[in-house]
Each structure stands twice: as structure tokens, then as C-alpha cells.
């Protein structure tokens, strides 16, 4: 088929085609650490990168391995520290699919992130028995000898008299956790519970392997390592899940420890993102452009584990800094995928990548962004 293009850019860099062909298509979807940030500084190019995506009404959303908190307030971070403004539409962190949960379980232990904002995101879901490691040190402190809460800390962050009575249904980890021997120590207690009920220990029969736990338990990411400010990368959730791992298998005859694991890589997390990128896409046409929604129950809640079938996109670009997660599971979703030498990836570690990706390596996210624009024609 031949087109005849003439191509001139009309005011959004965008370039004008004669012919009949409909511009392809495309979209993007960010990690953010190693990405756009390090810690809780914007890499310098973060910036200018979404920028560049808005004026060419480029819709764009962020896939992290992050969390802990709940998807209006990290956006709220990531939109006065990088300076652009970012809805909680356009953010998928690790544990938001597990909005398609909250009907599976009455009470849940939720574990990780910063002080008790996890008990907040789950009960902003739709959880509706939510309870915390801090709440069980805050009514018995010996559960955990050595804790570090203060009593302010646990004045302030944890349940007053939580009944310990009620059997917990589920371990949700959320996000690494900050006290990592309170959180182990009971995330063991539960896993080896009876039926998990607090203070109890299931009958230990030695001739069974017991690689099921009482309670399931649900790991948001599997990242063994993640990039933060410091020089080198810091170990993750994914090497917590194998402390855990290794304890459960020695508190129970050498039994490998049944769990859940979802984000990036697995395909649940690009699935379901790329419902939401769908819908972002469909808000961005009904309100002629960027937009900025407060209500983010308007959120169209996607399936967990169906793969969309509407999708508008001929292509979607994923930029990250793992291969591991970011790039292995953009290729197996059959998405683009490109690399950054901003975050846990370096140059030395080409050979040794569990996964390479389909559209380069590049030094920082905006000239990722830049050199995706020109192959797809956009005078950038
Ligand atoms: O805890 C965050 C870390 O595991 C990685 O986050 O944004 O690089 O997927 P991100
Ligand atoms: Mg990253």
C-alpha cells in the first residue's frame, strides 16, 4: 500500500499526514523508581519527559513496584516533586489490583510501607477488617522483643485494643516492611497459625510436608533489589518473601512456602494496567486533553487476570530500569520495552539480564521518550 506523506508539523510537534493512514496509536507506561526518581528526589529529565508527552497528548501512566501508601497520595508526591501534574487514575502501584479482593476476605493482615498508611490504602479499597503488625506489639509488646515502635508511635499509628480474637483470612504485604523483624516475626505466627487465629500454633505433624500455610499470603512485588539515592541497588519485598520463605520452610520440615506473588513482572500487573491505561486514555479524550481527576473512584475497576481486548494502541512503550520486572514483563506482555541507566541496570549487566529490551538502552528517560517520538514520526 503506498502513502503519499507530506509532512509538516502542526503546533504540537505532531506531525501531518495527506495520506489516509490514522497515526498509529501509542502510549507509554513509566516505573518510577529509577525512572523519575531516585528516593524521593525527581531524576533531572523526569520533568521535561511528561511534558513532552502532554503537549503531544500522549497518554502515559505509571507502573511501580512501589506502594504502601495510597495511589492519590504518592501521586500527590510524585506531582510536586517532579513538577508536572499527575492524576490517581494514572498510577497502578503494586498491590492496587488487590482493589479486585476485597470481597475475597473478611479480615486481613496488611503489612509494610511507611508507619500504618497501608492499613488506610486497604480500607480506602474496600477492605473491611484491616489490621497491622503494630497493632499486635501496641496490645502485647512481647509478641516482638525486639520492636522498634515508640510509644508515641504506637499511641498514634496502631489499633487501641485490637480484638485478637477474630481469625485473620489473609497476609496482604503491601510494601517492604520498615520494622522487618516485628513483621516477619508475625507474619511467621500466622502463617503457622491454627486457621489464623493470634497466639496460636498449628499441630506440627513432622511426616507432612505442610507447604501450605494456615493463611495464604500475598507478596505485591517480587523485586530482589530496587534503586533508591543510595549508590548501589537496596534489596526489596522479593527478598524479604525469601527470609520468610526460608524460616517457614524451617518451622516446617524443609516445606516450600505456597504464596502469591504479583507486580512486575507477572502478567496480572501489566493486564491490569493496561486497562487502565485504556480508561486514562478514554478520560484524556472526554475532557479534550490532559486531566486532572480528583475522584479517583471514578476509576473504572479492571478484572484481575483478563487480558483487555479493546485496546486502541498499536504500541505500548514501557521505560524502566530492571530487566527483571520492568523489561521481562513489558516483552512477555508483547509490549515495547526500554531500558534505563538511571536505576538498578548497568552496562556490565547486559550479559547476565534475565531480559533484554526491544527498543534500547538509553541514559535517562527523556531521550527514551525523545527517540520513541522520532521512530514513530513525531518531530521532537
Ligand atoms: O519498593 C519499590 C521497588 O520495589 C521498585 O519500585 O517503581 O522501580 O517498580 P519501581
Ligand atoms: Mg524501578
Known sequence: ?????????????????????????????????????????????????????????????????????????????????????????????????????INKYKRVMVVGGPNDSARHCALEYGFKDVIMPIDLVRKDPSISPHHRFTQEELNKFALKDVDISTPVDAVLVFNDPRDMSTDIQIILDMLNSKNGVIGTHREHTTTTLRSTPSIPIIFSNNDFLWANDYKLPRFGQGAVRLMIEALYAESNSGAKLESTIMGKPFKVSYDYAHHVLIDWKAKMATNGGVTLQNESSAQILPELGVTPTNSPFDKIYMVGDNPASDIKGANDAGWESLLLRTGVYRDQDWGSAIAHPTAGVHNDVLASVRETLRTNGFDV
Do not use: C, W
Open 1 to 101: 500500500m503506498f502513502f503519499s506523506f507530506v509532512k509538516s508539523t502542526v503546533n504540537r510537534g505532531r506531525p501531518f499526514y495527506s495520506a489516509s493512514r490514522s497515526l498509529k496509536q501509542i502510549a507509554f507506561v513509566f516505573d518510577i523508581d529509577g525512572v523519575l526518581v531516585r528516593g524521593s528526589k525527581a531524576l533531572p529529565t523526569a520533568k521535561p519527559a511528561l511534558e513532552l508527552l502532554n503537549k503531544n497528548n500522549i497518554p502515559f501512566i505509571l507502573l511501580t513496584n512501589g506502594g504502601g501508601v495510597t495511589e492519590s497520595s504518592r501521586v500527590n508526591f510524585l506531582s510536586s516533586e517532579i513538577g508536572v501534574p499527575l492524576s490517581p487514575l494514572q498510577i497502578v502501584q503494586s498491590h492496587t489490583p488487590l482493589k479486585a479482593q
